[in-house]
């Protein structure tokens, strides 16, 4: 093959837990008699509260193929190449087991919310419940060097505060703010979904909601914008870079000689263009950025063909509303899928005759 697939999860192969019909039957188009894929296959997932291996399992029980983690990406995978960060002490926020996957991922000090909490219990006092009882705090004068976002979290008003006082404190939570400290200390942020689609009849607070919050919060206190050193997960250019670094690493292995020119993107919502971040770990991948990406797009997840058009025309849109992140520029042709296709078996058998792959 000299093309492979980067597939989404929610809304192309699942709603929330239940699997989409047309999935399994797309499956079975693309693994022979023994299971073994016949084309390079990449999930990608903003999804981040888990380990790829936990990912890899659900996925193979619910399209009935063995798929190993090595053809999973979560959100957080590009954090593998942030190597300068790997030996600092990070704060983790998100939810599912955080440590585990941060350890995962290289790094050795990560530190979460909860621990945070308990290290500094007048910090966390908006629920009355969870106030301290005995008004002693425990300085630890450790200082956190960066803040990794790996997902929504569950309290948010807790994970909202604790940030926002890291990031006055240039890492010393506890310590009084200083505003001169800016640029902050660096800030990772994966997965910038607004919204994401699960069993409910409308889409869901995603991540990128948690993040629309801690943004404001941040440039209501201070005045300035909050700066992210990387953005990852779908739909930023890393997270396709990556993707592709780990296409190419399936075609290796399987040793298919013919160069992968093709990669067929496909999913419920398009892709995007970043804007001015950081790009120095793009040299560990420049090898990696050959290949064309096409974007097939299935009417199952957060795109709606029928979307109302406004009776009132008064009220006339002069420009689409963009759920994108606030760091990425809106560019309609960008945007603009290459194909629309009901469902991902329609997509598996519209990029097989486009590709005259039997």
């Given at each position: 093959?000299?093309?492979?697939?980067?597939?989404?999860?929610?809304?192309?192969?699942?709603?929330?837990?239940?699997?989409?019909?047309?999935?399994?039957?797309?499956?079975?188009?693309?693994?022979?008699?023994?299971?073994?894929?016949?084309?390079?296959?990449?999930?990608?997932?903003?999804?981040?509260?888990?380990?790829?291996?936990?990912?890899?399992?659900?996925?193979?029980?619910?399209?009935?193929?063995?798929?190993?983690?090595?053809?999973?990406?979560?959100?957080?995978?590009?954090?593998?190449?942030?190597?300068?960060?790997?030996?600092?002490?990070v704060l983790v926020s998100g939810q599912g087991p955080l440590l585990d996957i941060a350890q995962d991922l290289g790094f050795c000090q990560p530190i979460t919310i909860e621990t945070l909490r308990e290290k500094h219990p007048l910090l966390d006092v908006v629920d009355h419940d969870r106030r301290p009882k005995v008004l002693v705090s425990e300085y630890f004068w450790f200082q956190i060097l960066s803040v990794v976002l790996f997902g929504e979290p569950v309290r948010w008003e807790t994970n909202l505060q604790l940030i926002i006082d890291v990031l006055l404190t240039s890492g010393y939570p506890g310590n009084p703010y200083h505003q001169e400290n800016y640029p902050h200390i660096p800030v990772l942020a994966c997965n910038m979904?607004?919204?994401?689609?699960?069993?409910?009849?409308?889409?869901?607070?995603?991540?990128?909601?948690?993040?629309?919050?801690?943004?404001?919060?941040?440039?209501?206190?201070?005045?300035?914008?909050?700066?992210?050193?990387?953005?990852?997960?779908?739909?930023?250019?890393?997270?396709?870079?990556?993707?592709?670094?780990?296409?190419?690493?399936?075609?290796?292995?399987?040793?298919?000689?013919?160069?992968?020119?093709?990669?067929?993107?496909?999913?419920?919502?398009?892709?995007?263009?970043?804007?001015?971040?950081?790009?120095?770990?793009?040299?560990?991948?420049?090898?990696?950025?050959?290949?064309?990406?096409?974007?097939?797009?299935?009417?199952?997840?957060?795109?709606?063909?029928?979307?109302?058009?406004?009776?009132?025309?008064?009220?006339?849109?002069?420009?689409?509303?963009?759920?994108?992140?606030?760091?990425?520029?809106?560019?309609?042709?960008?945007?603009?899928?290459?194909?629309?296709?009901?469902?991902?078996?329609?997509?598996?058998?519209?990029?097989?005759?486009?590709?005259?792959?039997?």
């Open positions: 093959p000299s093309f492979g697939f980067l597939f989404d999860i929610d809304g192309v192969l699942v709603r929330g837990k239940t699997p989409i019909p047309a999935a399994k039957t797309a499956f079975q188009k693309l693994v022979n008699s023994q299971g073994q894929f016949l084309v390079p296959v990449v999930f990608v997932t903003n999804a981040g509260n888990c380990l790829r291996q936990k990912k890899a399992d659900q996925l193979s029980h619910l399209l009935g193929v063995p798929i190993s983690q090595d053809q999973v990406m979560m959100s957080h995978s590009p954090l593998r190449m942030f190597k300068r960060y790997h030996e600092k002490c979904d607004l919204m994401w689609v699960a069993e409910a009849q409308s889409p869901r607070f995603g991540h990128g909601t948690f993040m629309v919050c801690l943004e404001n919060i941040y440039k209501k206190i201070t005045g300035k914008d909050l700066k992210y050193e990387a953005l990852m997960g779908k739909p930023s250019k890393l997270t396709y870079q990556y993707a592709e670094y780990l296409i190419r690493a399936q075609a290796a292995a399987r040793q298919w000689t013919q160069p992968i020119q093709t990669l067929y993107a496909v999913g419920g919502s398009s892709l995007s263009q970043d804007d001015e971040i950081d790009t120095s770990w793009e040299n560990e991948l420049a090898s990696s950025a050959a290949a064309h990406c096409r974007s097939v797009l299935v009417c199952t997840g957060v795109y709606n063909p029928h979307t109302e058009v406004p009776l009132d025309t008064r009220e006339s849109i002069t420009e689409a509303v963009f759920h994108g992140h606030r760091d990425f520029r809106f560019d309609p042709g960008l945007v603009e899928p290459d194909h629309i296709v009901p469902d991902v078996d329609a997509a598996v058998d519209l990029v097989f005759q486009l590709e005259n792959f039997a």
